[in-house]
């Protein structure tokens, strides 16, 4: 069984600061890794995902994340950000190969405040 | 190509009334997923579809829920007799076909947000 854990359910941060987001996961089997964000009354939209190759993957919106098998973590990152990412972003795997479960994690409520 | 397409986006039930969600997968997909998120928790599960085929609906309560993917139309999610716990988000996410090897990924829908009075 696979599991996410999202260990800051809400993270304030200045405008124009970094950000970094936590997720853990844990999985027997290799993994594909995604972050997703969700606005207020929207669905979620893909941000960046893991497949293989290299470890630091770079997404939409300026995030990148860094696969890091060792600690089995896949932490999200922004250099400076601004308003517009107030949003839940939440992290998730599944099992790579053909048709798998996505489990997601619980959700980490960025706060962007001016 | 219009993304995955879920209604109604709002819905309000009194207890013991049943519950119709509608998704439309996007063009070209055929695998559809629902997934329950429920108020300050992430998305779990529920069942994956394919047409006229339930695949995998380990994720999904034994009672009151069901849900289908006919030939033509929508893939529908079903509650009957809801309960306030029912109360949540329903997302649709739709892909096209997996093979052993390849990547699939999985387009969400806009939800619909169901309120049992």
């Known amino acids: 069984a696979q599991s996410v854990t999202q260990l800051d359910s809400q993270v304030p941060v200045f405008e124009e600061a970094p950000v970094e987001l936590r997720c853990n996961y844990s999985?027997?089997?290799?993994?594909?890794l995604f972050w997703y964000v969700q606005y207020p009354n929207q669905g979620l939209q893909l941000l960046l995902k893991?497949?293989?190759?290299?470890?630091l993957v770079k997404g939409i919106n300026g995030f990148e994340a860094e696969f890091n098998k060792s600690q089995t973590s896949f932490h999200l990152r922004k250099p400076s950000v601004h308003i517009s990412d107030t949003a839940e972003y939440f992290c998730?795997?599944?099992?790579?190969?053909?048709?798998?479960?996505?489990?997601f994690g619980i959700g980490t409520k960025l706060q962007v405040i001016p | 190509n219009a993304g995955v397409m879920q209604n109604p986006r709002h819905l309000v039930r009194r207890r013991g009334q049943e519950a119709r969600l509608r998704c439309s997968p996007m063009?070209?997909?055929?695998?559809v997923y629902w997934y329950r998120q429920l108020p300050e928790e992430g998305l779990k599960f529920m069942v994956y579809?394919?047409?006229?085929?339930?695949?995998?609906e380990s994720g999904m309560p034994k009672e009151r829920f069901s849900a289908e993917f006919p030939k033509e139309g929508p893939s529908i999610l079903r509650i009957q007799q809801v309960v306030r716990g029912d109360s949540a988000a329903y997302f649709c996410?739709?892909?096209?076909?997996?093979?052993?090897?390849?990547?699939?990924?999985?387009?969400f829908g806009p939800g619909t947000r169901l309120t049992v009075l």
């Open positions: 996410a739709s892909s096209p076909p997996a093979t052993v090897s390849s990547y699939n990924e999985q387009f």
């Open positions: 999985s027997s089997v290799s993994v594909y």
């Open positions: 893991y497949l293989s190759g290299s470890t």
């Open positions: 998730a795997v599944r099992n790579s190969g053909g048709y798998q479960k996505v489990t």
């Open positions: 063009k070209g997909h055929s695998h």
């Open positions: 579809l394919q047409k006229e085929n339930i695949i995998d």
